[in-house]
């Protein structure tokens, strides 16, 4: 059981079909899977709805598959950086569902977990409550969100073994652990991939065993709000 | 004399107690940092997946691996922890955070917020914030007492779609500070210098009481 | 001759496959590690918190913060990754785990289990068993054909409280083995050495077709 | 705002009283916090409400708290291991209420999360479902299952730093860190306190704002099943 592939191409092979569901891990276009989106992209794959946190940027990221129109419907908590998704959605051309950012987090969660539903207050009494199952706990009212699972998972990691272990590095974690985990299928893409045993079993973030297949992949790691501080002069 | 922006994120920093575990927002709120005074020992949150959030980084040390959820940069400190949204989620949802400062676009006198959303206007998302007004312990809003055009913010009932209902403790304006508490509404307890009661009255839908 | 621990052991490892991770229960379900084959890599995961469980250590290895779901001390692999215990059912619940191999009480035709609770007795619990039995993808039990005295365990309808309904999908016991699948009940696919129908016929309640 | 007190007994000061819910961490003996277990026996609070995956041994771990009858009721999944347990429930004196191991683990969760509710398959027509609301997702039938919290969580930990960031080491983390998320009020014993900064931030398993207190603790880590191998000889 093989589970490292020499590229991004040969990852996905036989895994894209029309009107898949994907979830895209990272936060902005801090840990996104930089070669599985363009991977995903040449695959020509269509009708693709996509779970991802954000929408990337106009020419990088998943602004890439909106560019190819290859997305029908993004489920996100927020794409504000992105005038081609503007455009597209004021023309009617693409779906979205928008999630709170902590609700859209808890149900990939569940989803990986098993469980299919689950209550919050987050949203309650707001355009997120429509339509949504209302409950009372203790006098104070939930409302019901369901666990999101999806046809393929693309996430990146830090470091992984043959094995899928994976180690995320910093806040480039974010949505990728539990995406990983949601997936029928899982692809990694990763900056290293190190000797089994070589990681800390007491420190790997995402087992093997949600991971299907590895590739390492070059990282552009492109930076969005570059804010930096002035060295106080000596 | 109304506030600036500095003098409304030193108030808001008042609210900052020795222990707290507080998340800023964007704009104004991020400012809040600057004024944390030395004697208290206070830890912020990234609702991205972080605990521990350090100042801007030098030039140097810039990593993309390394962002607050306004996408910015930002550097780790000695407590620093990471961990998934997921988890950063599960803590502000679970009530852990004591203090969140927000901006606002309205506030209405029994405390709902509207600050995600212009109907006609392109939608951006709300991203973390129903998550955080609706978990987190208190909510101070931190905002222009009037819109650009002198329209009220803080109204009987928000005109825009809310972010949360009866979610906001406290409101740190140019002009004064208002704390709203469930079932007995709005209070003005601050005015700022040289701002008169019918400045604030004039700017202000909402009802509140005074006890300055 | 019937099957012995070890035989029962070596006929549920045949049921793993290359790339399979596979849960073990305690009692002869952990023989099975024993059998596991060298042209397959399979990893066993222990529902305490780990995935890639060794066997147990040599005397001098042993260590208290190292146990399997049995409470026995272990050891690790290369492979090996710990997590908390919401993690590891997170895994077991969500279906990522491909097989489970666990003794019964009672197994009915259609696959339902009992094997926690005999009312009457002390209730020691359930542990992880219902978790087991209503999240992992494949479920294998070991089990005697029959009780010590003579009863059948395969039933018609199980009389003890059920550990989960409709989730058995293989049964081995000493005399043979039987699949269940959802609306086309139990079958019997295979008959130990030198055991009857007849025999087997003798020691079951639940309706089995036979396609030896 | 200082997290390290000298002692369990000064840890749990002021903490403890009658009717209280209390989680307790750990598998078995492993990972039990040893030295809070015991104040808490000392605290001579009564009529306590404890939550734990097991209920220790006759004499160690929760069983002291059994031998002084200081548990009104268990809610557990595996209790098997303690003889005065079952003196104490078979006579009525104690109350039981058994959890699937993986639903007690996933309630702690919640509870920690503000999650007051979920669903799952667990125990879909066995007793454990009885009296529990059913819900159809997708074709299959689900139960619901609560959140749980407590008004004090006492963990184990491997390591913590002066914040309470903790970092438990191999199976010792089990059911600790869920716990230490679900209380009101969470003290850690740890082995080791080591300096602030000396954690790899990325593998930290239980952030410093779940800990309120923390104690170094002297550790018998007591051995349930000792299974060994014998070496092949040379």
New interface residues.
Partial sequence: MKKIYPDAKAALDGLTFDGMTVMSGG?????IAENLIAALRDSGAKNLTVIS?NAGVDDFGLGLLLQTRQIKKMI??????NKEF?RQ??SGELELE?N????L??R??AGGAGIPGFY?????????AEGKEHKEFNGETYIMETGLISDLSIVKA?KADEQGNLI???????????MASAGKFTVAEVEEIVPLGSMDPDCI?TPGIYVQRIIKGEHE???????????ESA | MPWDRNDMARRAAQELE??F?VNLGIGIPTLVANYIGDDI?V?L????????MG?????DE???????A?????T?L?????????D??????????DLSVLGAMEVSENG?LANWMIPGK??????????LV??VKRVVVVMDHASKSGAPKLLHECSL??????VVDMVITNLGVFTIKAGKGMTLIEIAPDVSIDEINASTQATFEVAV
Same sequence: chains 1, 4.
């Fill in positions: 936060f902005g276009l801090c840990g946190n996100s908590s927020y794409v504000g950086e503007e959605y004021l928008f709170p950012q902590g609700t987090a808890e990939c969660r919050t207050k987050t949203g309650v009494g707001t355009v997120i830090w995320f590095r910093k806040t480039a974690r974010n949505f990728n652990p539990m973030h790691k492109r930076i969005e709000q570059r804010t930096i501080r002035e060295r | 020795d222990g575990y020992d830890t949150q990234s609702e991205n997946g972080m605990l521990g100042p801007f980084p030098y030039d810039v990593d993309p691996d390394l962002i607050n306004g996408k910015q940069t930002i780790e000695r407590r620093t922890s990471y961990f998934s949204s997921a950063s989620f599960a803590m502000i949802r679970g009530g852990h955070i709902d392109m939608v951006k998302g709300m991203g973390g914030a129903m998550d609706a978990g779609p809310l972010t949360g209902r009866a």
